[in-house]
């Protein structure tokens, strides 16, 4: 039996752009255990800071940081040899991701991304199933919109699932 190795990301935006990476959590995962996890800042373009009382990041906090391209290229070792991704509300960070990557000239991963908000409603029947939801009927542990916390959830939400036999579909 094959035993998946996946990367749970969370971004959080500076405003309403896709292209306002301001931070990402990334977890790794082999099988049910964490083998990494990383938390990175980026300076996204723009100044203009809308998601601040969310997450409490600031321009100050990132204006030394590395832009997206740079602050990507160094994580890029964490997204080898893994068989898919996972995001909660994965539509969100897939776009996030894509934008950013697109306007870096870089390619972004082509693993699938398998949706923990989707997989919530499939396997226990949750609603609703925004993160703290989820987390609050899994008793798993959340900081909500750090982005670190939020990865780990999500990865956790993946392994309680594994752990369950659920299914995860992943090419």
């Known amino acids: 039996?094959?035993?998946?190795?996946?990367?749970a990301l969370d971004f959080e935006t500076?405003?309403?752009y896709r292209d306002s990476a301001c931070a990402v959590g990334v977890v790794k995962v082999k099988g049910t255990r964490l083998i990494h996890e990383e938390v990175r800042l980026i300076r996204p373009p723009r100044k203009s800071f809308r998601f601040s009382y969310l997450h409490g990041i600031t321009w100050a906090d990132v204006e030394d940081q590395p832009v997206f391209r740079?602050?990507?290229?160094?994580?890029?070792?964490?997204?080898?040899?893994?068989?898919?991704?996972a995001a909660h509300n994965a539509?969100?960070?897939?776009s996030v991701l894509?934008?950013?990557?697109?306007?870096?000239r870089i390619r972004p991963p082509d693993q699938d991304i398998i949706?923990?908000?989707?997989l919530a409603r499939r396997v226990w029947g949750i609603y609703p199933t925004n993160l703290p939801a989820v987390c609050s009927s899994l008793d798993l542990p959340l900081d909500h919109h750090d982005p670190l916390s939020d990865?780990?959830?999500c990865a956790l939400v993946i392994i309680r699932a594994l752990k369950e036999g659920a299914t995860i579909d992943y090419e």
């Open 70 to 85: 740079n602050a990507w290229l160094a994580l890029r070792p964490v997204f080898e040899d893994v068989d898919f991704l």
């Open 1 to 7: 039996m094959h035993i998946p190795t996946f990367v």
């Open 151 to 153: 990865a780990r959830a």
């Open 98 to 104: 894509n934008t950013c990557c697109e306007l870096a």
């Open 14 to 16: 500076a405003d309403y």
């Open 91 to 94: 539509s969100f960070d897939r």
């Open 115 to 118: 949706c923990t908000r989707q």
